[in-house]
C-alpha cells in the first residue's frame, strides 16, 4: 500500500557565493517574505514587506562587493544572504535575510558567522548591525551572536522649504574637482573618526545618479557634508524622503546650517522631506532637531559585536547609516 508524505523543505544550504546583479528580483523575494514572516509573528499580521527599489539593491550590491554574500539550497535558489559593508574601520551588515523554512537549523548563525569572519579579515575595528527593537526574537538571536544591544537610531524627518542660496553639490563638480574634493572628505570623517571612509559611497552615489553629497563649506573649507539618496527605497513609488545616509560634521555648530540647506535640496529636488537617522549617542543633534520640529518616524537598535563597538568623537559628528 502507497504511503504518502507531507512535503519538507530541503535544508541544503551551499554557500557563501558572491550576490550579483542579476540576483536582484531573487534577492527581493527572499527578502519580502523574510520579512513579512517577522512581522506575522510579531503580530502584525495584515502587513505585507514590498519589494526595494532594485536601484537601491544595486548600490548596496556594488558598495559591498566581495561582502555581499548570498546563501542557495539545492535548486541553486537563494534560501539566505547577508550584504557586508566595510567604510574603511567601520564595518556593518544588512539587509540579512533567511527564508522563513530555513530558519531554526542554523541558517542564520552561519550567515552573521561568515559576515563577522569577513569583516574581521578586511580589518574592521567597528562590527554592527541594526534590527527592530520589537523583535525581542531578532535581539535575542544577535545576542546570542556575541552582538550588544546598544542605543536606539531614530529616524527624523523635518519638512523640505526652500533657503536664501542652496548648497554646492558633489555631483556638480568637475572631474578633477571631485578627486580633491572626495580627499577632502576623507580627511574630514578620518579627523573625527580615526580609520572611517565615506568615500565609496560618495563615488557611487553620484556614479548611480541615486542622489546627492552636499557640501558644506566655510570659505574654501570643508566643515561638513551630508550624502544623500532621493531615489525611492520602495520598488514603484514616487520620491517622499530625501534620505541622509551619512552625515559629517566639524563641529556642531554647523548643524542648524546643514539641516537648512538640506531642507532646501529636499525641496529642490522634489521631495516633501529630509530624513536623518540619528544614532543615540549624539543626544545634543537629536534634541536640536526635534526643537526645530522634526518629527520621529521610525526606530532601530543599534547593536555592535563586544570588543568591536563604535567610538564617539569628542568634537563634530559622524552619522552613519547602518541600513541601505
Given at each position: 500500500m502507497a504511503t504518502s508524505r507531507s512535503w519538507r523543505p530541503s535544508h541544503v544550504l551551499s554557500g557563501p557565493f558572491a550576490a550579483r546583479l542579476e540576483d536582484i528580483d531573487e534577492l527581493n523575494h527572499v527578502f519580502s517574505e523574510a520579512f513579512t514572516e517577522r512581522y506575522r509573528r510579531d503580530g502584525?499580521?495584515?502587513?505585507?514587506?514590498?519589494?526595494?527599489?532594485?536601484?537601491?539593491?544595486?548600490?548596496?550590491?556594488?558598495?559591498?562587493?566581495?561582502?555581499?554574500?548570498?546563501?542557495?539550497?539545492?535548486?541553486?535558489?537563494?534560501?539566505?544572504?547577508?550584504?557586508?559593508?566595510?567604510?574603511?574601520?567601520?564595518?556593518?551588515?544588512?539587509?540579512?535575510?533567511?527564508?522563513?523554512?530555513?530558519?531554526?537549523?542554523?541558517?542564520?548563525?552561519?550567515?552573521?558567522?561568515?559576515?563577522?569572519?569577513?569583516?574581521?579579515?578586511?580589518?574592521?575595528?567597528?562590527?554592527?548591525?541594526?534590527?527592530?527593537?520589537?523583535?525581542?526574537?531578532?535581539?535575542?538571536?544577535?545576542?546570542?551572536?556575541?552582538?550588544?544591544?546598544?542605543?536606539?537610531?531614530?529616524t527624523t524627518t523635518q519638512e523640505a522649504t526652500y533657503a536664501d542660496k542652496p548648497a554646492p553639490l558633489?555631483?556638480?563638480?568637475?572631474?578633477?574637482?571631485?578627486?580633491?574634493?572626495?580627499?577632502?572628505?576623507?580627511?574630514?570623517?578620518?579627523?573625527?573618526?580615526?580609520?572611517?571612509?565615506?568615500?565609496?559611497?560618495?563615488?557611487?552615489?553620484?556614479?548611480?545618479?541615486?542622489?546627492?553629497?552636499?557640501?558644506?563649506?566655510?570659505?574654501?573649507?570643508?566643515?561638513?557634508f551630508a550624502l544623500c539618496h532621493t531615489a525611492p527605497l520602495v520598488e514603484g513609488r514616487t520620491r517622499e524622503d530625501l534620505r541622509v545616509l551619512k552625515m559629517s560634521l566639524a563641529d556642531l555648530s554647523h548643524l542648524d546650517e546643514m539641516m537648512?540647506?538640506?531642507?532646501?535640496?529636499?525641496r529642490r529636488s522634489g521631495t516633501r522631506r529630509v530624513s536623518v537617522r540619528v544614532q543615540g549617542d549624539y543626544e545634543s543633534v537629536y534634541q536640536r532637531l526635534i526643537a526645530a520640529r522634526g518629527r520621529v518616524r521610525w526606530s532601530d537598535l543599534r547593536m555592535t559585536l563586544a570588543g568591536y563597538a563604535e567610538p564617539v568623537p569628542e568634537k563634530g559628528m559622524v552619522l552613519s547609516n547602518w541600513e541601505i
Open positions: 502584525m499580521v495584515g502587513v505585507r514587506v514590498p519589494f526595494l527599489n532594485p536601484a537601491v539593491w544595486r548600490y548596496a550590491i556594488r558598495d559591498a562587493a566581495d561582502g555581499a554574500m548570498v546563501w542557495r539550497g539545492e535548486r541553486g535558489e537563494i534560501v539566505a544572504f547577508n550584504i557586508v559593508h566595510r567604510s574603511g574601520v567601520e564595518g556593518w551588515m544588512g539587509p540579512i535575510a533567511v527564508r522563513s523554512e530555513q530558519q531554526g537549523i542554523g541558517a542564520g548563525k552561519e550567515i552573521v558567522r561568515k559576515g563577522v569572519d569577513w569583516l574581521k579579515v578586511h580589518g574592521a575595528t567597528v562590527i554592527g548591525l541594526e534590527t527592530m527593537p520589537r523583535t525581542l526574537d531578532n535581539i535575542g538571536f544577535y545576542s546570542a551572536q556575541g552582538f550588544v544591544p546598544g542605543r536606539l537610531t531614530l558633489f555631483g556638480r563638480l568637475s572631474s578633477s574637482d571631485k578627486e580633491e574634493m572626495l580627499e577632502r572628505c576623507r580627511d574630514l570623517v578620518s579627523a573625527l573618526q580615526p580609520g572611517y571612509d565615506h568615500t565609496r559611497e560618495i563615488e557611487l552615489t553620484d556614479e548611480l545618479a541615486l542622489g546627492d553629497t552636499l557640501l558644506l563649506m566655510k570659505r574654501d573649507r570643508l566643515v561638513g537648512r540647506l538640506l531642507a532646501d535640496l529636499a
